[in-house]
């Protein structure tokens, strides 16, 4: 059993040498090994998480061999509850802080009613302006028209009540 748990310390050790050394580089030649690791929907099946849990499940069974008087089993049992011990603290102290911190800068056009944003370019009573909205980690700018028919001037606080044709109709902040 000890070269099992020598086995599983080592490729972790080297894989995460590896990856820490050689990512950039790793992450292009093995692109479909890792995306065939990692299944989409079960965050917690991550190659971090796995390659973890592997090297600790080893750790654990040298630890245990030798520092303890158990044998076969029992240490191969406590080996799998520590790695998944483990395992759970680097998917929810990690990865998933991690995961949940990406931005991304799309948007869909319908996602900004009830968004408020300023008035960049003057929108007159019967015509078109600008807003400056915020969206995620950026702003956008888009053409707008007063949903109440009067004229909004520049530096104004507006939100976003409705959208025809890719036009934002918007309104006073202060009206609502």
Do not use: C, H
Not at 55 to 70: H, N, P, Q, V
Not at 101 to 127: Q, R
Request: charged share 15%; glycine share 12%.
């Amino acid at each position: 059993m000890i070269e099992l748990y020598w086995g599983s310390l080592i490729f972790g050790v080297i894989f995460t040498i590896l990856v820490l050394i050689f990512g950039d580089i790793l992450n292009g030649i093995l692109d479909g090994v890792i995306s065939a690791i990692s299944i989409d929907g079960v965050g917690f099946l991550q190659p971090m998480v796995i390659v973890g849990g592997l090297t600790s499940f080893g750790a654990a069974g040298i630890l245990l061999t030798e520092y303890t008087d158990l044998e076969g089993i029992p240490i191969l049992f406590l080996s799998v509850i520590i790695s998944v011990f483990i395992s759970v603290i680097v998917f929810f102290g990690y990865v998933k802080p991690m995961s949940n911190a990406e931005n991304s800068s799309m948007f869909s056009i319908n996602d900004l009613i009830g968004k408020v944003g300023e008035v960049i370019i003057t929108i007159p009573k019967d015509g078109y302006g600008e807003i400056l909205v915020k969206v995620g980690a950026g702003n956008t700018n888009q053409i707008a028209a007063s949903y109440d028919n009067e004229e909004i001037i520049t530096g104004t606080r507006v939100v976003v009540i409705d959208i025809k044709d890719n036009v934002l109709y918007v309104s006073r902040f202060e009206n609502i």
